[in-house]
């Protein structure tokens, strides 16, 4: 089953480089996944963010409010 990865955040650097480390950890575990990034204020809304970055996998936020390294991505992609 596929994977579904989203980060949530407006386009600052925190969100772009979380966005980044989750394509290097996908990228290193091999993991197929879909990840889409949100930068759309009203659909952040519609998840209840308040802030930023968010890292939901599989629709559950998994990590708020700062950047997750790839090394944690990968374990939480593993469970």
């Known amino acids: 089953m596929k994977t579904n ?9 925190k969100c772009k480089t979380t ?6 950890a996908i990228k ?4 197929d996944a879909e990840v889409q990034k ?3 204020i009203e659909t952040m ?5 308040l802030t930023t970055p968010v890292l939901m996998i599989n629709e559950v936020a998994v990590v708020k409010g700062r950047v997750a390294d790839i090394n944690e991505i990968k374990q939480l992609l593993m469970q």
Not at 19 to 24: G, I, T
Not at 28 to 31: V, W
Not at 45 to 49: A, D, E, K, L, S
């Open 45 to 49: 809304m519609q998840y209840n963010v």
């Open 5 to 13: 990865i989203k980060v949530l955040g407006p386009g600052c650097p």
């Open 28 to 31: 290193q575990t091999g993991i």
């Open 19 to 24: 966005y980044n480390n989750v394509l290097e």
């Open 38 to 40: 949100i930068e759309d």
